[in-house]
């Protein structure tokens, strides 16, 4: 898995304080920023996270570039919809002989490990066997259109590789963009930083978490798994039953970036 931070908003926790402060404010936007110092926005910022007034944040925005991912955990990342993703596309890419994730606890056990694999080497031999199989057949048939082989064989392919993509599984690799908002990120980080979140989004999820506090730690002060962001965890009888520990990890986590 890797997780990098490609570009945000430049001065992300300056355009946040100007935008809130100009709710409560009569002066022209330009005064309102130009007498912003460093230490005010820290304090604005800090007492803005607290209280919960989130719409400013959506002015703030962050890309990232997300590799060595599952399908499994993309299908999951791109159910948060206030988001703009840009995923690698198995109907326009061909992916003979594909990278696959592993889940940690079949890695672990030799027996799992090895029926895991062999089911992946069969369906990468499908794969490819359908994908020739079709990209002929395609290709016979524009030929008979008058087009030519190395045109019609280019386009043949791309047609083939979006039915044989129904063979590929869950665990296949993918590459993907996400820009969220702030606020959008806030929700994202509750709910997959959880404890109770599948342990690859859960991945993902920390790692954003901590490049945005990286750049951005006012904003990004209070951000994490509800029992983090909001003090309790709303699970129920579902929860993790951890929540100093989670507590501890995010702490730790804030003063490793400060």
């Not at 399908?71 to 206030?82: D, E, G, K, M, T």
């Not at 030799?110 to 990468?124: H, S």
């Not at 990286?214 to 309790?232: D, L, N, R, T, Y």
């Not at 989670?246 to 730790?252: G, I, T």
Request: hydrophobic share 35%; net charge negative.
């Amino acid at each position: 898995m890797n997780v990098k931070l490609l570009s945000h908003t430049p001065d992300a926790e300056k355009l946040i304080a100007t935008a809130a402060k100009l709710c409560y404010s009569s002066s022209d936007i330009e005064s309102l920023r130009d007498g912003l110092t460093e230490e005010k926005i820290e304090s604005f910022l800090d007492m803005l996270v607290s209280i919960g007034h989130e719409s400013v944040m959506e002015h703030v925005s962050f890309t990232f570039g997300i590799e060595g991912i599952s399908r499994a955990c993309s299908h999951q990342l791109v159910r948060h919809r206030i988001a703009s993703y840009s995923q690698k596309s198995q109907r326009y890419v061909n992916e003979n002989g594909f990278e696959f994730i592993t889940p940690p606890a079949i890695e672990e056990i030799p027996e799992a490990k090895a029926e895991y694999d062999r089911v992946i080497a069969e369906i990468t031999e499908s794969y490819e066997k359908l994908a020739n199989i079709l990209t002929e057949k395609h290709t016979a048939e524009f030929m008979t259109q008058g087009m030519d082989e190395k045109t019609a064989r280019s386009k043949a392919s791309k047609m083939a590789n979006e039915d044989a993509r129904f063979l590929l599984p869950n665990a296949c690799e993918t590459k993907i963009v996400v820009t969220m908002n702030v606020r959008s990120l806030f929700n994202f980080f509750r709910h997959r930083c959880c404890n109770r979140a599948q342990w690859e989004i859960r991945a993902v999820a920390n790692e954003m978490l901590r490049q945005c506090m990286e750049v951005a730690p006012h904003i990004f002060s209070h951000a994490g798994p509800s029992c983090v962001a909001e003090g309790k965890c709303p699970e129920g009888k579902m929860t993790c039953g951890k929540i100093n520990e989670v507590k501890d990890y995010f702490a730790a986590m804030k003063r490793n970036d400060k």
